[in-house]
């Protein structure tokens, strides 16, 4: 963030004018003389920098006149360059007592107020300043500033244009000042999590100036923010253009894939950057997520090191090796990293949150929730605070405590909202007819010139939180298979050639391409598991596409209590990408579309390719569905798959301590706990799967179910 403010320092022509400006005292003849006197010695100490010579004759002033505010006011501006802060406040405010319009005083206090980050305390001061000078560009440049860090852009945009208008300088020039204007207040708005504004403000800071580097560097950052990831290439492409050594740029393009699950085309862009910039440690810990994503665990790890040996107290370098140890199941590990990290940063709020992964909390736990409610009450950016109400929610949830669990999750979810663009509807529907439609039985039984007879592949899909996990779990603790993850393959593909999918055109070149890149990827897990598992649960929707490139693939269909696996979804901390888990109404809709599509593919796809497993049964009969889950992908049976539990390995999701534990049956029918707030999915229970808009006939809005106008019972 950059520093707007000018330092407070008076002109020359100021201090010699400063005995003009002299307060009219109760002393007469000598005293007064002597304290004028005393002041232009001190401004002539002051001038050549023996600020400590100037002090005492200032001092010696105000003794002579002890409402002399002029000296009070040049003793605060010495007092400020020694570095003497907190003495020199009540000298400012002290001249100001005596002379409520003090133009200087009233000046140099409100910057110094800003200085401090005292953004409230310094705006009556610069206020003052702008009723006495009307026309005074600095105070009018840090009200604009304060303005636009209270999210008011409005009138930060009016205040700094004006004072950019009085400021010397041509026609090109302010052109150019107002794209730097348009470039900080973009920050502002990112920094209060107001992505979509951001946004705005960097086009606007772009178009007066099409060469700023970093409005194109830091609207990428705001639209990462926003899913956008198409638009994050285009900005970093256009940065890297402009200034080919941009690290920044490099990184946020490398977020970008890395979101969109091109993981080899992201760990080529930081290591891009880190060859530009070997010691940032932002980019460190990227790479080290993408190694993770990519099953290059060791490498992560060493990632991690890296940026801790750089800068030891990085904060977010140990919360990603705590998070690395949870992928390995090293629980007290993890807790040893988010333990240094809080005594470095005690009010992380991501490392705070990140410890209610590490097991189920206990009422003896509370310590944790009084930390959490304090560091929300004094405030949070947006995106802190959902990561914390998040967590606030899974430890009343532990407890027991099911409402004040809702309330915190109700606000995770409406901070969640804020920073994301919203489910579109419509969008969804119309993506499951045109799917529904081009991918009929004829097209998906026939034979795919360019396909690839390889069964290698076993695909788990079904809704987020449904039991993905659990399922790969299983099959991955057999010594013949490797579970690789959530891989956004298919679904980028989608997006890299969304026409041909959408309307079935599957052509040849298409297909082969397709299985010869996705056999590649697969081989950089494993080389000889004869079995690798995609478990990208969203891949429900591409069943169509991935059962032309792999006719012999495996494809396994979770399901789960449909309010049970929405609740779960409504409690996670997802990204942009599923926007529809952040509200309830967007989720029965989703879920609507979801359930539609499979009662497609179910009467479609073949049956010996094609194998549906219930949670709640799988529950009740773990050895029955284990083995005839083994059985389905072509692999002897193996005792190991019901120790899933004991299997070491690590994974990249967000059920990491579930499976972990043996086989539980606590999360069979738990929406019970929450039935009085979760109006709008209650309809699912009975939804046949064959409507047409969704399914959900009467699903309200959010804000209309019982519960939704509640007030935090723990006051936060």
């Known amino acids: 963030m950059f520093n707007w403010f000018r330092k407070n320092a008076p002109t020359l022509k100021e201090e010699k004018a400063a005995d003009a400006r002299t307060s009219e005292s109760s002393y007469e003849g000598n005293q007064i003389a002597e304290s004028k006197a005393l002041l232009k010695q001190g401004n002539a100490f002051l001038e050549s920098g023996r600020l400590d010579e100037a002090a005492e004759c200032y001092r010696r002033a105000i003794a002579q006149n002890p409402d002399y505010s002029d000296a009070y006011t040049n003793l605060g501006h010495v007092l400020q360059r020694q570095g003497k802060l907190d003495e020199a406040i009540p000298l400012y405010r002290k001249a100001i007592e005596i002379t409520p319009d003090h133009l200087m005083a009233h000046q140099n206090l409100g910057f110094l107020l800003m200085g401090l980050g005292r953004s409230e305390a310094a705006e009556e001061s610069l206020c003052r300043v702008v009723a006495l000078a009307p026309e005074h560009v600095g105070a009018l440049h840090n009200l604009g500033v304060i303005a636009a860090q209270r999210g008011d852009f409005p009138q930060a945009e009016a205040l700094l244009f004006k004072a950019t208008e009085l400021q010397p300088g041509g026609t090109g020039d302010h052109v150019l000042a107002k794209a730097d204007i348009y470039f900080h207040l973009g920050d502002e708005a990112s920094a209060l999590g107001k992505y979509e504004e951001a946004v705005s403000f960097y086009q606007k800071a772009i178009k007066r100036n099409p060469g700023h580097v970093f409005a194109h560097v830091n609207i990428a950052i705001a639209l990462l923010e926003l ?163 998040f967590a606030m929610g899974k430890y009343c949830d532990d407890v027991k405590h099911y409402d004040e669990a809702f309330a915190h999750y109700f606000r995770a979810n409406e901070l969640s909202r804020s920073m994301m663009p919203r489910y579109d509807r419509k969008k969804q529907t ?57 891989l956004l393959y298919f679904n980028d593909a989608f997006n890299s050639h969304e026409e041909m999918v959408r309307n079935a055109r599957l052509e040849e070149s298409l297909l082969s391409e397709l299985a010869n890149k996705y056999l590649q990827l697969l081989s950089g897990f494993s080389e000889d598991a004869k079995i690798v598992v995609d478990k990208m649960p969203i891949n429900f929707l591409w069943l169509g596409l991935i059962h032309a490139v792999f006719p012999n693939a495996r494809i396994i269909h979770t399901q789960r209590n449909p309010v049970d696996t929405c609740l779960s979804n409504y409690f996670q901390n997802f990204s942009a990408a599923y926007s529809f888990t952040s509200d309830l109404a967007d989720l029965a809709h989703y879920y609507g579309e979801y359930r539609r599509l499979m009662s497609h593919w179910r009467k479609v796809l073949p049956s010996n390719v094609f194998l549906e497993v219930a949670y709640e049964e799988l529950t009740q009969d773990q050895e029955k569905w284990s083995r005839a889950i083994i059985e389905f992908i072509g692999l002897d049976w193996d005792e190991r798959c019901l120790n899933f539990h004991q299997t070491e390995r690590q994974m990249a999701t967000a059920s990491n301590w579930q499976v972990r534990q043996k086989m539980y049956k606590s999360s069979v029918e738990r929406w019970r706990n929450y039935e009085k707030f979760v109006g709008p999915l209650i309809g699912l229970l009975d939804f046949d799967g064959e409507g047409g808009e969704g399914g959900i006939c009467g699903a309200t809005d959010q804000g209309s179910y019982p519960g939704s106008e509640m007030t935090n019972t723990n006051d936060v």
């Open 227 to 389: 899913g956008l990831y198409d638009e994050v290439e285009t900005y970093s492409r256009k940065a890297i253009a402009l200034a080919p050594e941009t690290y920044e740029a490099y990184n946020n393009l490398g977020a970008a894939f890395h979101k969109r699950g091109q993981y080899a085309e992201a760990y080529s862009c930081f290591r891009r950057a880190l060859e530009i910039k070997p010691d940032c440690v932002d980019t460190l810990c990227n790479l080290g997520e993408t190694c993770t994503l990519s099953g290059k665990f060791d490498e992560a790890a060493s990632c991690y090191r890296r940026a801790l040996e750089i800068k030891p107290d990085h904060v977010l370098a140990m919360i990603c090796l705590g998070k690395d140890a949870i992928n390995k199941g090293r629980f007290d590990e993890a807790n040893d990293y988010f333990q240094r990290a809080l005594s470095i940063d005690p009010d992380s709020p991501v490392a705070w949150a990140a410890l209610v992964d590490l097991r189920k909390m206990t009422p003896e736990d509370g310590e944790w929730l009084s930390t959490a409610e304090r560091l929300v009450k004094k405030g949070l950016p947006v995106i802190y605070e959902s990561y914390l109400r």
């Open 430 to 486: 119309q993506l499951v007819d045109d799917l529904i439609k081009a991918y009929g039985w004829d097209q998906v039984n026939r034979v795919h010139k360019g396909s690839s007879s390889s069964a290698r592949p076993v695909f788990i899909v079904g809704m987020p939180r449904s039991g993905t996990s659990l399922l790969e779990q299983i099959i991955a603790s057999h010594p013949e298979a490797l579970g690789a993850g959530e």
